[in-house]
């Protein structure tokens, strides 16, 4: 499901890949390109640079060679003293023999200016005044006529030199002049994609000697709308510095120029400078950055593709891992088989994702039990406290009602005889003593979860304690006409416990017991064990052969309130107290009670485990309640139940004068006073 304003984790990595490379290929193509261009202009202007500086040194060696050409053929014994035919046939000769950009030979006389031999053909003789006498050679310039204008012009347009030397007969007589007409430099067309470049040579004052136009030769760059660069080439060129200009021709082309400076061969002119320069289109210059620039769209063509592809791979590479683990974590309420969570990913961090998600899951579901198991117990909790109220309500209301009617039928004169009214108010007693045990049991199990409950430890002696129990319960099993068995052995039982807190756990295992066995019998006896601690524990077993108890059922008894057969409690009465309080005692007092039944009418067995102490403190215990106790008797004991005994009964007596036991009837307590003292 799409959220409005939220995108899928495969379409935003896709997305973000490209956003990501395409800018930074186009940033780093446009790098490239500029790089690329700066280059190729940079070298450019050094070719042209190393090319200007060539062909200036070509210049100066091609005027120098002629130099020495017309001042060796000055000094030949035939232009001194030859015939005219042999002059022109020298003359044809030494045109030949220098190089091509030699327009012609002529040698003129000094007295008339008539040419006397000529190697010019028809070509139109550059006329010029005598020069002045001296044994060097003379250099003019001759620049072309300006567009529009008539007169000598070179094939090549280009600014001619004029060289001119004196020839002297052998008596020394200045009798010709020896002229020389040859083009400054021939121009030659450059390949394309060639940095070599067209050649320039403009002079100190502007004048433009040499120029692939031209229109432009003989003209000042003045009268052009580059002069301010021009000029700028110019001072760099006679200041020594070589800083890269760029020049546009004509408003339209822009050039890439190299530049030198060279001697002004001219003779009239010997402080003045050549700049000779060498230029080309920048279009020209930067030729290869086409192939670049088509290298480069391949280039990025091609990443982008490969960008593309890799996204579009990277996306369900990386994608199908967290797509599965969302679908399985949105689905997890859905699954009703367990289906496993997805892994065996390819990439480690989304495995231990799906090991996180499965641990998470597992966590859950145990929550999810813990918590449903928690609602079913507190739903049974629930019912249980209804049914324990409804209980308690019907156990506190019964005795009442039994007492309240009791004591208005003595009350009201209702009974026939004073026997008749005894019984009554015996019956009242009875009752109101069973509502006090209902209403102690509330108070301990109160205690129990305020953690208020504490007992008094002391040595005591358990065998001791066992008798006496076994003789308040004895009426209720002989009434029953049950059979009671007892092994308790001879000796004492030395343990450390509160006497009173254990006889009311005994009191209440011992009550169960005989409560719940309608046939049968219940067999008490006790057994010590040494642990593997090395500490010896007594184990005091209450076996019946009652109603008995589901095994699934047993654990739920020592809970507060838990009354596994509602009814079978409201039959033999009880608020489901007893065991709960007697665990917490038993705990409390370090020992341990467990309960075993194997079903319904198999009976039940309740054992109790307390450790063992050393018999000597048990005689020191009993010395210093001799004491405290003068009055304690030694042949019988009255015994009173806190608990569950008002203050004017004991419930037994135990006669041991002979060895023997005898359980008697309830007996008023006036008849045995001494034993209220020794229970409170």
């Known amino acids: 499901m799409r959220i409005n304003g939220q995108s899928s984790f495969r379409r935003i990595l896709v997305t973000r890949i490209l956003l990501l490379f395409v800018p930074v290929l186009f940033i780093g193509q446009i790098v490239a390109l500029n790089k690329a261009r700066s280059s190729l202009l940079k070298t450019a202007r050094q070719n042209l640079t190393e090319s200007a500086v060539m ?6 060696g091609a005027i120098a060679t002629l130099k020495t050409s017309i001042l060796t053929a000055s000094h030949t014994t035939v232009l ?69 204008t008539t007169g000598p012009r070179n094939p090549e347009d280009q600014l001619q030199l004029l060289l001119t030397t004196s020839v002297y007969n052998n008596s020394g007589k200045l009798l010709y002049t020896l002229n020389l007409e040859s083009s400054l430099y021939k121009q030659t067309r450059n390949q394309p994609g060639s940095l070599a470049g067209s050649t320039i040579v403009i002079a100190e004052d502007g004048t433009i000697l040499a120029h692939p ?53 001219i003779t009239a002119q010997p402080q003045q400078k050549w700049i000779i320069m060498s230029v080309t289109t920048v279009d020209n ?10 290298i480069l769209i391949v280039l990025t063509v091609g990443l982008i593709g490969a960008s593309l592809a890799a996204s579009l791979y990277l996306g369900p590479y990386l994608a199908g891992p967290v797509e599965e683990l969302r679908d399985y974590a949105l689905n997890i ?19 231990q994702l799906a090991q996180a998600l499965d641990q998470m899951v597992d966590r859950l579901k145990a929550w999810a039990e813990e918590i449903e198991t928690s609602w ?17 309500s019907h156990e506190l209301r019964n005795p009442l009602n039994i007492i309240i009617n009791c004591v208005r039928l003595v009350k009201d004169g209702l009974c026939d005889n004073r026997e008749e009214e005894l019984e009554f108010l015996q019956r009242a007693d009875e009752t109101a003593i069973h509502l006090l045990g209902i209403i102690n ?20 002696d358990l065998r001791q304690i066992l008798l006496e129990v076994i003789n308040i319960q004895s009426v209720n099993v002989q009434h029953k006409g049950l059979q009671l068995k007892t092994d308790l052995g001879t000796e004492q039982i030395p343990v450390k416990a509160d006497a009173a807190k254990l006889k009311q756990v005994l009191i209440n295992i011992i009550g169960n017991a005989t409560k719940f066995t309608d046939e049968g019998g219940i067999t008490i006896m006790t057994s010590i064990k040494t642990l593997i601690d090395g500490i010896s524990h007594v184990t005091v077993s209450i076996k019946d052969t009652g109603l008995g108890i589901e095994p699934s059922q047993q654990h739920k008894l020592f809970r507060p309130f838990v009354m596994v057969n509602g009814s079978s409690t409201r039959k033999f009465e009880g608020t489901g107290l007893g065991l709960a309080i007697s665990r917490n005692l038993i705990e409390l007092m370090g020992g341990t009670i467990t309960l075993e039944s194997a079903g319904i009418n198999q009976g039940t067995t309740v054992q109790i485990t307390l450790p063992i102490i050393d018999s000597s403190l048990l005689s020191i215990s009993i010395t210093e309640n001799n004491s405290k106790n003068p009055k304690l008797l030694t042949g019988s004991e009255g015994i009173k139940d806190t608990n569950s005994l008002s203050a004017n009964y004991t419930k037994s007596v135990i006669l041991e ?22 229970c409170n």
Do not use: W
């Not at 210059?285 to 620039?293: F, N």
């Not at 367990?338 to 961090?349: D, K, L, S």
């Open 55 to 60: 062909r200036g040194e070509r210049i100066l």
């Open 80 to 148: 001194q003293s030859g015939t005219a035919k042999e002059k022109e046939a020298f003359l044809m000769q030494l045109a030949q023999s220098l190089p091509n950009y030699i327009q012609c030979l002529h040698l003129t006389s000094v007295e008339n200016g008539e040419i006397i031999a000529s190697s010019c053909g028809q070509k139109e003789i550059i006329q010029i005044g005598p020069p002045v006498p001296n044994d060097g050679v003379e250099i003019r310039s001759v620049p072309p006529p300006k567009p529009g």
């Open 213 to 265: 136009l031209p229109d432009l030769m003989g003209t000042n760059i003045k009268e052009h709308s580059d002069a301010k660069q021009v000029q700028s080439i110019i001072n760099n060129a006679i200041g020594g510095r070589n800083e890269p200009i760029n020049l546009i021709f004509q408003k339209t082309k822009e050039l890439v120029a190299g530049y030198t400076v060279v001697t002004n061969p």
């Open 285 to 294: 210059a930067l030729l290869g950055l086409e192939e670049i620039k088509l």
């Open 333 to 351: 309420h859905s699954h009703h088989a367990a289906r496993p969570v997805p892994h065996n990913f390819q990439i480690r961090e989304f495995n």
């Open 376 to 392: 079913k117990e507190a739903k049974h909790a629930n019912q249980i406290k209804s049914q324990f109220l409804a209980t308690t």
């Open 441 to 460: 049991d509330l108070l301990d199990i109160s205690k129990i979860e305020a953690g208020k409950l504490s007992v008094v430890m002391q040595p005591l």
């Open 657 to 678: 004068s002979n060895g023997n036991q005898e359980y008697s009837e309830l007996q008023p307590l006036e008849k045995n006073c001494e034993v209220s003292l020794y």
